[in-house]
T-cell receptor
Framework: DTEVTQTPKHLVMGMTNKKSLKCEQH?????MYWYKQKAKKPPELMFV???????INESVPSRFSPECPNSSLLNLHLHALQPEDSALYLC??????????????FGPGTRLTVT | SQQGEEDPQALSIQEGENATMNCSYK?????LQWYRQNSGRGLVHLIL?????REKHSGRLRVTLDTSKKSSSLLITASRAADTASYFC????????????FGTGTRLQVFP
C-alpha cells in the first residue's frame, strides 16, 4: 500500500469554527509532513513530524495545531482561521528522516475554504 | 527566499514532442527531486538525483544535475496528453534534514 489518504477532500469553515484535517499512511514511514499550497504556487512546508515528534515548525501561526497520535496518523487542528488561510493542504510521508533525503509520498489534499 | 526558480513558467507542446524544464537553486544540496501535480491534486514523485550524480533516467524521463551551476533539467520525451500537469523541482538542502524546498513550477500542456 503506497497510498497517503486525507480527509475530508473539501472543507468550508467559518472564522470561528474548529475543525481538523486528517492524514493516514500505512507504509511504515516515520516522517510525516503538512504543506500549504495556494493556487498556482508551489507547496510550502508547515510542519514535519519525525518518529512522532515535531521536528520542524516553519513559524506557522498558532491557529494551526498539528498532532501525531501514532506513526500512521497525522492531524491538523484548525481554529479561528482567516480567509487568507484558504488553500490546498497537503499531507506527505517519507521513510526515516534526515540524512538521505528520501522521496515524499503525497496525499490528494484537502481543499479548505475559510468564509 | 530559498525557493528555486523554474523556467519556463508555462510550456505548450504537441503530443510526440519533447518537453524540457529547467530548475535553478541557491544553496548546496543533498539531492534534487522532481514531482508532478495534476490540477488541484496531490504531488507524485517522479525521480530523485543525488548531488554526486550527473544524469538519471526513468522511462521517458531524463534528469540532469549540474551542481557547479546549481541547476537541473527534466526532459520528457515523446510527450502524451496525459503528461499535462505542473512539474516542480524540490531540493533537500543540508544533510540531516527532511525539509524540501520546492521550485516555482512549470505548467506543461500537451495538446493531442
Amino acid at each position: 500500500d503506497t497510498e497517503v489518504t486525507q480527509t475530508p477532500k473539501h472543507l468550508v469553515m467559518g472564522m470561528t469554527n474548529k475543525k481538523s484535517l486528517k492524514c493516514e499512511q500505512h507504509m511504515g514511514h516515520r516522517a510525516m509532513y503538512w504543506y500549504k499550497q495556494k493556487a498556482k504556487k508551489p507547496p510550502e512546508l508547515m510542519f514535519v513530524y519525525s518518529y512522532e515528534k515535531l521536528s520542524i515548525n516553519e513559524s506557522v501561526p498558532s491557529r494551526f495545531s498539528p498532532e501525531c497520535p501514532n506513526s500512521s496518523l497525522l492531524n491538523l487542528h484548525l481554529h479561528a482561521l482567516q480567509p487568507e488561510d484558504s488553500a490546498l493542504y497537503l499531507c506527505a510521508s517519507s521513510q526515516a528522516s534526515g540524512l538521505a533525503g528520501f522521496e515524499q509520498y503525497f496525499g490528494p489534499g484537502t481543499r479548505l475554504t475559510v468564509t | 527566499s530559498q525557493q528555486g526558480e523554474e523556467d519556463p513558467q508555462a510550456l505548450s507542446i504537441q503530443e510526440g514532442e519533447n518537453a524540457t524544464m529547467n530548475c535553478s537553486y541557491k544553496t548546496s544540496i543533498n539531492n534534487l527531486q522532481w514531482y508532478r501535480q495534476n490540477s488541484g491534486r496531490g504531488l507524485v514523485h517522479l525521480i530523485l538525483i543525488r548531488s554526486n550524480e550527473r544524469e538519471k533516467h526513468s522511462g521517458r524521463l531524463r534528469v540532469t544535475l549540474d551542481t557547479s551551476k546549481k541547476s537541473s533539467s527534466l526532459l520528457i520525451t515523446a510527450s502524451r496528453a496525459a503528461d499535462t500537469a505542473s512539474y516542480f523541482c524540490a531540493t533537500v538542502q543540508g544533510y540531516n534534514t527532511d525539509k524540501l524546498i520546492f521550485g516555482t513550477g512549470t505548467r506543461l500542456q500537451v495538446f493531442p
